[in-house]
Structure formats: structure tokens, C-alpha cells
């Protein structure tokens, strides 16, 4: 069993929706009739939290829904999610959040909805966040879109602060990234793709550090894929900025040349990065200047990504495969993995009252077995997904989550959901 108190081997009894004991192997007693779940070789753990995914609904149905979208995430480990707000009408208002939360109900994770900064996403005035934030709302974000107003942004984390909660930005300057598609480089030049300069994200990710050393707000970064960038970050803790960053499991295991054949399941904003872009958010990762990996889950339907590269939509799917990524690509001990992607982000979002916490008695059961030796190759029309733009396709991956339990309740049972 593995938690933030560390490492040790243990039996766990779950009764109802908490932990009810935990014991040394063998010692545990066996209710008549409990149900087993078999986690020899593997890692008994707080259950993933996602900072970051899109799943669609409402508006966005033919790509996901929240029931396929929770199903992936059960899957992959996840036991809570953060939805992202732009969808079809945008989470701008109490009564969109509580249609999400209606949603929501009898899915295969917890899903917390994100609610915009600005009224529609459209960057001209606040959204009204009170009124979200009584629905319970704690993370404001117009991802898909920068708040390119740096008065408004003032605004918004001015009144984030009162509300407690957090400011999370979708850093590019859209009037430096134009209409590029990949990172601008060499690469975009041989390829004659028109590029997203790093220097975009690198200005808006200065504004936004300054702007809540201003207000004293907190403020989480999605996706940083600059080197630039993650020392911008460095430099604002250094001084105590409320900062939080997160990057995503294909911004740290991809580059720039897996563009060069075209294929639009590479297509991502953030685009992906060079080489030294890369080592940078490793070497930010092992430093703990990043302090989560977070999906970006975006799955679009297959005319969305059948078109040419720079007509392409955005996106990747991520759910499924995050861990397996993290544990094939990274480098990293399974401890500091996990620590990226349960209780560091279950922190970020305010869920450590039933997510992330130590696997103890009392404790909410939200709880991840994985087995980090499972080889498995990722087949796209094997995913829970609706959709399938995944950039791993076909790619061996070492790590996988075995079960997985919601509240108590085994929702995923040697790989597959059983609710």
C-alpha cells in the first residue's frame, strides 16, 4: 500500500463507503461473504484525481459523455475528475453546474465541475462566480481560451479570493499563437505548418504570476509545456506566490517530430514542445516545481480530426492511458508518480476530505489498485471512450490500474466496469 505516509505491505477492509480497518497480511479478518479483490504485485492506493478533462456534456455528446468519459476514468485509476467548463451552453452559470452535477449522478467517478471566468467563455466580462461557487464550484477557468483582458483577469482573481477558490488559466497569447497548429520551431518550418511560439505561453504565464502576486490569489496553471514557462513558475514560489502548476502525460512523454507525419491525433494545444521543452517539465516534475499531471482529456469525433492538420480540432484523449504513460515515460519512483496524480491534485481542487487522503480507518474509500509491471498495448477501439484520438495508439505501455473502488463500491474489477 502506498499513501503520502509512505509505503507498507497491508490488507484494507472496506465497509460501507469508508475504510474500515487496515491490518498487516493475513491478520485482516474475512466477513463471511466480502467480496476480494486480488492486488498481489500491485499498489494499493488513494484513487487518481484529474485536474483537467473534457467530458462534453452537455452539447458535446457525440464525442463523450459523462457516463463513457467516467468509465475511461474508472479505468484509468481516476476516482474524481475535474470537468472543464467550455461546453455547449459553457458552465457560466449555477444552473449549467447543477445540470452537470444532475449528470453526474451514477457515474463511475466523482466529477466536480469547473465553472468559466468569463460569461460564455467569450472574454468580455465575469461570469458569476458566487453564485457557482454555492453550487460548489472551486475551480474557475475559461480552458480552451486565455483571458486575454489582463484587467479582467485582475478582476477575477481579486473576487476568486473571497470565494476560496482558484484562478486556472489556459496560458497563450492568442494574439501571438494566431493560427498555428504545432510548436514553432524548425520542425514547422519543414513542415510548413504555420507554428504557436513557446513565447506565447511564456507572457501570459508572466502576467498571470504578477497578477496574483497582486491580488494574492490562488492561481494554477493548466498544461505548461515551456521551458520558459516552468522557470517562470520556479522563480514565483521562490518568492511565494500561490502558485500550482500542472502538465499533461503527453507534453512530458512527446515532442514537435512526432508532427512530422501529419497525423492529426498529434494536434494539441498547447502544441507539443522541443526536446529541451520537454527535459525541462521532467526536470520540473522531479523538483516539485510541477505539482500534478493532469489528463487534458479532449476527445473529439473522428470528422473533427479527419481533416488536414491545420484544420484539425485540438486534442487528445488521456484518462485511459495516464498512468500507464507516467509509469512507461517518466522516469520517475511510483511514489512520486501518485503523489502527482492523487493527492497533490486532489489538494489543488479542495477534495482531500474524501479524495487522496491517507488509506486509514474512517477514511473515505475512494481507492486505486495498480499493477506497475501490467504490459499492455493501447488499441483505440478497446477504450471506454466515445472517441478515439489517442496519440499512443499501438504503443506498449507498463502500468495499469487492476481495480477500482468508488465509496466504497468496486466500479472497475480487473479492468472491467462492473456498474
Known amino acids: 500500500m502506498l499513501d503520502q505516509t509512505g509505503a507498507r505491505r497491508a490488507d484494507v477492509l472496506v465497509k460501507g463507503d469508508v475504510v474500515s480497518e487496515v491490518a498487516l497480511p493475513g491478520e485482516l479478518g474475512r466477513p463471511a461473504g466480502a467480496l476480494v479483490l486480488d492486488a498481489e504485485g500491485c499498489v494499493v492506493a488513494p484513487g487518481l484525481v484529474d485536474l483537467h478533462c473534457h467530458l462534453r456534456e452537455p452539447g458535446g455528446e457525440e464525442a463523450e459523455t459523462i457516463e463513457t468519459g467516467s468509465r475511461a476514468a474508472a479505468l484509468g485509476g481516476y476516482t474524481a475528475v475535474v470537468a472543464m ?49 454555492a453550487e460548489g464550484v472551486r475551480i474557475f477557468t475559461d480552458d480552451g481560451n486565455a483571458v486575454a483582458d489582463p484587467a479582467l483577469m485582475r478582476r477575477a482573481m481579486e473576487y476568486s479570493r473571497s470565494l476560496g477558490a482558484v484562478i486556472a488559466d489556459h496560458c497563450e497569447d492568442p494574439a501571438l499563437t494566431g493560427d498555428g497548429c504545432m510548436n514553432e520551431g524548425a520542425v514547422s518550418s519543414l513542415l510548413g505548418l504555420p507554428g504557436r511560439p513557446g513565447v506565447a505561453e511564456e507572457v501570459m504565464v508572466l502576467r498571470d504570476l504578477a497578477l496574483a502576486r497582486a491580488t494574492g490569489a490562488r492561481l494554477h496553471l493548466l498544461h505548461v509545456s515551456t521551458a520558459g514557462a516552468v522557470a517562470a513558475v520556479r522563480a514565483a514560489k521562490a518568492v511565494g506566490v500561490a502558485v500550482t502548476a500542472e502538465a499533461t502525460p503527453h507534453h512530458l512523454a512527446l515532442e514537435e517530430d512526432c508532427v512530422a507525419g ?107 489498485v495498480l499493477d506497475p509491471a501490467r504490459r499492455w498495448t493501447v488499441v483505440p477501439s478497446a477504450l471506454a471512450s466515445r472517441s478515439r484520438n489517442t496519440p499512443f495508439a499501438g504503443r506498449q505501455l507498463v502500468g495499469r490500474a487492476r481495480h477500482t473502488v468508488l465509496a466504497g463500491e468496486p466500479v472497475v474489477v480487473a479492468e472491467e466496469a462492473q456498474r
Open 85 to 133: 467548463p467550455n461546453t455547449e451552453p459553457a458552465a457560466s452559470s449555477a444552473a449549467v453546474v447543477r445540470h452537470v452535477l444532475q449528470l453526474s449522478r451514477g457515474a463511475l467517478c466523482e466529477v466536480h465541475p469547473a465553472g468559466t471566468i468569463t460569461d460564455g467563455r467569450l472574454g468580455r466580462s465575469l461570469a458569476n462566480l458566487a453564485e457557482m461557487a
Open 262 to 368: 501529419y497525423d492529426t491525433s498529434y494536434k494539441v494545444n498547447p502544441p507539443l514542445r522541443s526536446h529541451d521543452d520537454r527535459s525541462a517539465l521532467l526536470e520540473a516534475l522531479a523538483q516539485g516545481v510541477v505539482d500534478a499531471i493532469a489528463t487534458d482529456h479532449a476527445p473529439h469525433p473522428p470528422e473533427a480530426k479527419q481533416v488536414s492538420f491545420c484544420e484539425a480540432a485540438p486534442g487528445m484523449l488521456g484518462l485511459e492511458t495516464a498512468f500507464g504513460v507516467a509509469s512507461t515515460c517518466l522516469g520517475l519512483p511510483i511514489d512520486r508518480v501518485l503523489a502527482l496524480m492523487s493527492w497533490q491534485p486532489a489538494a489543488i481542487a479542495g477534495l482531500t476530505g474524501t479524495q487522496g487522503g491517507p488509506v486509514v480507518p474512517g477514511a473515505a474509500a475512494n481507492l486505486c
